[in-house]
């Protein structure tokens, strides 16, 4: 038999009070103020102005990877992800009527969560390959205002070496030259950008679970 709205919300409620310290620190961090900076410095890494404010759009990237195995044979499934979108999408009232920010969401997972009203949401998963997701940046990047501020996250793999990489939901790379480019790729200089990276390095003796 299957568990009525209030017992899967009372089941949703439960899951997230026993999540780890580790993510509680990172919501905590995610409810002070946020710093930002132009995207110009994204690239270039040279001195630049810092401003707050307001989110204005929200890349969000959380993937799973569920079913792929690393070229060494280990799993890449990750379970952190999942609990993280659900933290976040809450944090930043993602659906809320009166919410203005502009959400770009990708995961390789459905999500069950409640609206505003208590009525739980089916949010499906979606396309998270590394073409779905480097023209999505870009798009969303052309389409910001002046004084704009982004907020880029992502929660999977990454890889280490000359120019380090995110590791798409297709298996492709996302080097961090190619998402410099993206997150650059913008009409406006005022434009502002935060990027938040939570990701799990497979050389560290990665077994399945997040880190």
């Excluded at 009525?4 to 103020?33: D, I, Y």
């Excluded at 930043?92 to 919410?99: A, I, L, R, S, T």
């Excluded at 120019?163 to 502002?192: F, K, M, W, Y």
Aim: hydrophobic share 35%; net charge neutral; proline share 5%.
């Amino acid at each position: 038999m299957g568990k009525s709205s209030a017992q899967v919300a009372e089941v949703l409620s439960r899951f997230s009070l026993g999540l780890s310290e580790k993510l509680e620190r990172g919501r905590r961090l995610l409810q002070k103020e946020i710093h930002f900076t132009t995207a110009t410095t994204v690239v270039n890494s040279k001195p630049k102005s810092v401003s707050t404010g307001p989110i204005t759009h929200i890349i969000m990237i959380c993937l799973s990877y569920p079913g792929m195995v690393w070229n060494f044979g280990t799993s890449m499934t990750l379970n952190g992800p999942k609990r993280d979108l659900f933290l976040l999408l809450d944090h930043f009232k993602h659906g809320e009527p009166d919410n203005s920010i502009k959400f770009a969401l990708f995961h390789d997972f459905d999500l069950l969560r409640p609206d505003s009203d208590g009525q739980l949401r089916h949010i499906r998963k979606t396309d998270t390959s590394k073409a779905a997701i480097t023209n999505a940046i870009k798009n969303t990047m052309q389409s910001v205002a002046p004084g704009d501020k982004v907020l880029f996250y992502f929660g999977g793999h990454a890889t280490e070496g000359p120019d380090q990489a995110i590791v798409a939901g297709d298996g492709e790379l996302i080097s961090g030259s190619e998402l410099r480019a993206c997150l650059n790729d913008t009409p406006h200089d005022s434009v502002s950008v935060a990027a938040v990276f939570d990701v799990s390095l497979p050389h560290w003796g990665f077994n399945g679970s997040s880190i």
